[in-house]
T-cell receptor
Framework: EPEVTQTPSHQVTQMGQEVILRCVPI?????FYWYRQILGQKVEFLVS????????KSEIFDDQFSVERPDGSNFTLKIRSTKLEDSAMYFC??????????????FGEGSRLTVL | AQKITQTQPGMFVQEKEAVTLDCTYD???????LFWYKQPSSGEMIFLIY??????QNATEGRYSLNFQKARKSANLVISASQLGDSAMYFC???????????FGTGTRLTIIP
């Protein structure tokens, strides 16, 4: 069964360092998302991406964050200068179409980021 | 902005009993339905069930069913014959926005007692 894969599963970094989280969405999917979940809290939307551009972003997704899909398969989230409060689980997700037509949003297993 | 309310932060249920998890939501677009996801302690997000807003009948998927009341904007998840493996966090999430991102509620932590 096709799945969304994320790397690394866990990354520890020093405050102020750049971090890149990588995702390989399901191959025929068109809509891509990043979410984050601070330990013990709810899953929060960061950004959605469609047709090679950001379609929506939340207030959390400030200038320190960026996304790109450089080669048609990988979908990356970059945090330029990490802060302690960026420590969280980051989930990548993808779907084939809009939920009214195709339903499910498929999630990766997450990348846990720890900022020291 | 979307407001999703899950009023039960935690629930304890005896194995084999049915359980209902509440969810109400506030959306400006009546055409959107609602998703439920399960997050076990291992952390992954597992899709359970989707209710389309214009579906005539409540969605069912195995032991999962939705009690969808569109006028009240509520879509409660019913798990029948609960099992120990049902212990997890449960999130409801209506889609919103042009790309229909999911906005998650605060979740309900369900613990099944043997």
């Amino acid at each position: 069964e096709p799945e969304v894969t994320q790397t690394p599963s866990h990354q520890v970094t020093q405050m102020g360092q750049e971090v890149i989280l990588r995702c390989v969405p399901i191959s025929n999917h068109l809509y891509f998302y990043w979410y984050r979940q601070i330990l013990g809290q709810k899953v929060e939307f960061l950004v959605s991406f469609y047709n090679n551009e950001i379609s929506e972003k939340s207030e959390i997704f400030d200038d320190q964050f960026s996304v790109e899909r450089p080669d048609g398969s990988n979908f990356t989230l970059k945090i330029r200068s990490t802060k302690l409060e960026d420590s969280a689980m980051y989930f990548c997700a993808s779907r084939k179409g809009l939920p009214r037509n195709t339903g499910e949003l498929f999630f990766g297993e997450g990348s846990r980021l720890t900022v020291l | 902005a979307q407001k999703i309310t899950q009023t039960q932060p935690g629930m304890f249920v005896q194995e084999k009993e049915a359980v209902t998890l509440d969810c109400t939501y506030d959306t400006s677009d009546p055409s959107y339905g609602l998703f439920w996801y399960k997050q076990p302690s291992s952390g992954e997000m597992i899709f359970l069930i989707y209710q389309g807003s214009y579906d005539q009948q409540n969605a069912t998927e195995g032991r999962y069913s939705l009690n969808f009341q569109k006028a009240r904007k509520s879509a409660n998840l019913v798990i029948s014959a609960s099992q120990l493996g049902d212990s997890a966090m449960y999130f409801c999430a209506p889609p919103s926005g042009g790309n229909e991102k999911l906005t998650f509620g605060t979740g309900t932590r369900l613990t099944i007692i043997p």
